[in-house]
């Protein structure tokens, strides 16, 4: 998807990686490669110390459901430092980080409802002027292999 006039757009399924960082292929492949034949890896799965090269660009969001309601469970340092405040705990509705509130909560909410990986390519400057996010991939995870009970993000930035 392609906003009017604009640069970013939204690739659902791994056909990103032909155009994607280095950072943004690596954290897609950490998480393909935990899924073991299952759809999707579960948050045991996940060992942090084995990315922790991609940590402050890691984002971890609970999922609840009727009606669905995502709330940042952790927010990586490049992330924090691009909005200027961290938003663990709160509302991802509230609290989005996209181009637009809506195309970013849209980004989840696909992730969340198909059960597959979603990456945005948003190249634009976040609130912080040392930093640009040149993309960012949601991924799901789900403790049974079937519903998505939680999703792990990585969002890369360029430093100016």
Same mark, same amino acid.
């Given at each position: 998807m392609s906003g009017e006039g604009s640069t970013y757009q939204r690739i659902i399924g791994p056909d990103f990686l032909k155009i994607c960082t280095a950072r943004i292929r690596r954290a897609y =492949?950490?998480?393909d490669g935990?899924?073991?034949?299952? &759809? *999707?890896?579960?948050?045991?799965?996940?060992? /942090? &110390? =084995?990315?922790?090269?991609?940590?402050p660009g890691i984002i971890l969001i609970d999922v609840a459901r009727d009606p669905l309601r995502l709330t940042y469970r952790l927010v990586g340092t490049d992330e924090v430092e691009a909005r200027g405040y961290d938003p663990t705990g709160k509302d991802v509705k509230e609290h989005v980080f996209a181009v637009t509130p809506e195309f970013g909560f849209e980004t989840y909410s696909l992730a969340v409802a198909r059960g597959v990986v979603?990456?945005?390519? =948003? /190249?634009?400057? &976040? /609130?912080?002027?040392?930093?640009?996010? +040149?993309? &960012?991939? +949601? *991924?799901?995870?789900?403790?049974d292999g079937r519903? +998505?009970? *939680?999703? *792990?993000?990585?969002?890369?930035?360029?430093?100016?």
């Open positions: =492949e950490y998480w935990k899924r073991h034949g299952r &759809s *999707m890896p579960s948050r045991a799965d996940i060992d /942090p &110390s =084995e990315i922790r090269d991609l940590l979603v990456y945005d390519q =948003e /190249p634009w400057a &976040s /609130p912080n002027p040392r930093l640009c996010e +040149v993309g &960012s991939v +949601v *991924m799901p995870l789900s403790n519903t +998505v009970d *939680m999703l *792990m993000a990585f969002c890369d930035y360029r430093r100016n």
